[in-house]
């Protein structure tokens, strides 16, 4: 049985644990586009959540103004108090247009809306995808419990393996080999705080509204990335946690196409280099390339060794391709949008939860 400890205090699942935990003092964030409408995954992620029963639920949405009557029946169907924040309504842009704000959006985005109202609302707040098909009711106090403890943030990591193969292939393939070629290269404790993480990427954390209101967000994929940077400079090691949140089914992205993994490890690879940039990392951009290959190409091997080891079925060629791929996305950083703090922010999350709901009751009426 597994309980090694990492540079960041890591709980481990030893007996299917459903911890106390001060669920009636959080807000949960699960963000959906409308890819998400009436699916099986997020079907049951609220069904469950209902079960827990939180001191608030915020959906932070993405979806065209015709989709949103409909989300907001079918949200309005669970034994749940469930809080509609339309994130991309026009009178959301336009705010944030007024405050020099609306440049660009995503996941990442719509977080941040939600995040400055969950904080308002809560003393903890837990953010979590919405596409689990493994979703159970013990992850939502498993992830509060560090904050519970003292704690300031905890990160949820699990095992990636369905259809008799190992996924997770943007941390596994891109993620992991960058930050060890970095870590060889400069000794900074900040990349020793990246290579904490058993699943950095993951998107299900947890953090007082505090921090909370201190985290600046990337705009879009790069969301988690950038938690853990300011995270890092606001709670360190000793306040961070990582729990094991067992194995997990989520929907799998294609490597190709506006939303597949390529496109996300150019925009975490951003993300990553924008936060080296805080901590006065300068990486050599003319060998990182190579050098995130040879790392990532030692790593296939183990996986390999790894997915054989337990019968499962391994494309070591196609994970090779992958990373020549996301070899691409090894390049200096662009201009950084990353959303300010709440803390700093020129709105309060009062405006934008006005705005949102004036437009939602618009298109529902």
Not at 162 to 191: I, K, M, Q, S
Not at 309 to 323: H, I, S
Not at 324 to 347: I, K, M, Q
Request: net charge negative; charged share 25%.
């Amino acid at each position: 049985m597994e309980y090694v400890q990492e540079r960041i205090a890591t709980l481990h699942d030893l007996t299917n644990p459903r911890p106390d935990a001060p669920t009636d003092r959080t807000a949960v964030v699960v963000p959906m586009t409308e890819r998400e409408y009436a699916g099986l995954a997020a079907e049951q992620v609220l069904s469950t959540l209902a079960a827990v029963d939180p001191a608030a639920v915020i959906v932070p949405l993405r979806a065209p103004a015709e989709r949103v009557p409909d989300f907001h029946e079918w949200l309005g169907s669970f034994d749940l108090d469930v809080d509609l924040l339309w994130c991309s309504a026009d009178a959301v842009s336009d705010l944030l247009h007024e405050h020099g704000l609306e440049n660009g959006f995503g996941k990442g985005r719509d977080v941040w809306l939600a995040l400055g109202l969950a904080a308002e609302r809560a003393d903890y707040v837990v953010v979590h995808d919405a596409d689990a098909k493994t979703y159970s009711e013990s992850h939502v106090p498993r992830l509060l419990s560090p904050l519970d403890q003292g704690f300031d943030f905890s990160k949820g990591y699990y095992a990636r393996v369905e259809n008799n193969r190992l996924y997770g292939r943007l941390f596994r393939l891109f993620y992991t080999p960058l930050v060890r070629a970095l870590d060889d290269a400069h000794d900074h404790p900040f990349l020793d705080y990246l290579e904490s993480f058993r699943y950095a990427l993951a998107g299900e954390f947890a953090m007082t509204a505090d921090l909370a209101r201190q985290v600046r967000a990337q705009r879009a994929f790069g969301l988690e990335v950038g938690v853990l940077a300011d995270t890092y400079e606001h709670a360190g090691f000793e306040g961070t946690a990582q729990v094991d949140l067992g194995r997990h089914e989520h929907d799998h992205r294609s490597v190709s196409g506006p939303t597949g993994l390529s496109d996300m490890s150019t925009q975490v690879g951003q993300a990553l280099f924008n936060a080296l940039a805080d901590h006065g990392i300068d990486p050599d951009f003319e060998t990182l390339p190579a050098r995130y290959e040879q790392a990532a190409t030692a790593l296939v091997r183990q996986y390999a060794a790894d997915a054989r080891f337990n019968g499962l079925d391994f494309d070591a060629a196609g994970e090779r391709e992958q990373v020549a791929t996301y070899a691409d996305a090894v390049v200096e950083p662009a201009v950084d949008t990353r959303l300010p703090a709440w803390a700093d922010a020129p709105l309060t999350p009062g405006d934008v939860a006005a705005a949102a709901a004036e437009a939602t009751a618009r298109v529902v009426e």
